[in-house]
């Protein structure tokens, strides 16, 4: 009997060890248990604040609810992306729940709130502000808050990422690539937009100054 007691001793210990509670630190700063979760910090900043030339997002501040759908959207493929898609695919979900709370909790870009009823100059800003209502595109700060601070678990902020994601994600929708938003709410705005007006609302969204009230 005792032959096969400790195979099974085994198998229950390897049970309880796969459903405790992840480390987040561990999982940002070094991968998770599976070697293809690789570390976030590598990629997405010691704080979670993003890499802006090389276009990795900034994750800090962002909605754990948020980054829970990202990443099970990546894992899906309904926001096809080969970099991430077998890194979310690779974590568990302890490991996501684990560190999309923390980086939740980390401090969010404060930006002057600029209402809507604000001069806007510029293509950007008339976008952001204003829309282009004749093409049945509303402005950008309806769904993602003043100054595109982000609303909620659904609405990202904008505010505090580099302008080369934001356009990276238009141009994604433009190209159907990403197609994990609700109703296709982004991807109808994204296909509506020309070139020029991806970069000039991206830039003016990028350029917003954190006035540093959240550190
Ligand atoms: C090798 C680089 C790399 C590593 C490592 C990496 N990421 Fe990413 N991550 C990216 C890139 C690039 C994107 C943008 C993908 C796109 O364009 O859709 C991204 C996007 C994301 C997003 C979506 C953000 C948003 O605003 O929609 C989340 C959430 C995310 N990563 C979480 C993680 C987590 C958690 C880890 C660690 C377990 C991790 N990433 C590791 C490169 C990386
Ligand atoms: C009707 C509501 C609505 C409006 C208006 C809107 N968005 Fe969005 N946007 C969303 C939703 C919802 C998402 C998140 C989709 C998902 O679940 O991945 C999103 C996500 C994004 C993202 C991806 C952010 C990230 O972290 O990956 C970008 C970039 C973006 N929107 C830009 C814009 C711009 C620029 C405008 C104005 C031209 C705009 N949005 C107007 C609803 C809206």
Known sequence: MNVCRWPLAGLLLAVSVSTQAADPAAVYGKGGANSAAMACATCHGAEGEGMAAAGFPRLAGLSADYMKKQLADFASGERANPIMQPIAAALSPEEVDAVTTMLAN?????????????????????????????????ECVACHGPSGVGVGKAFPPLVGQSAQYLSSQLIAWQQGTRKNDPNDLMGHIARGLTEDEIKAVAEYFAGLTDTGAGK
């Open 106 to 138: 980390k401090p969010r870009p404060q930006v002057e709130r600029i209402s809507r009823a604000a001069a806007a100059e510029g293509v950007g800003a008339v976008l952001a502000l204003r829309g282009a209502w004749e093409r049945n595109i509303p």
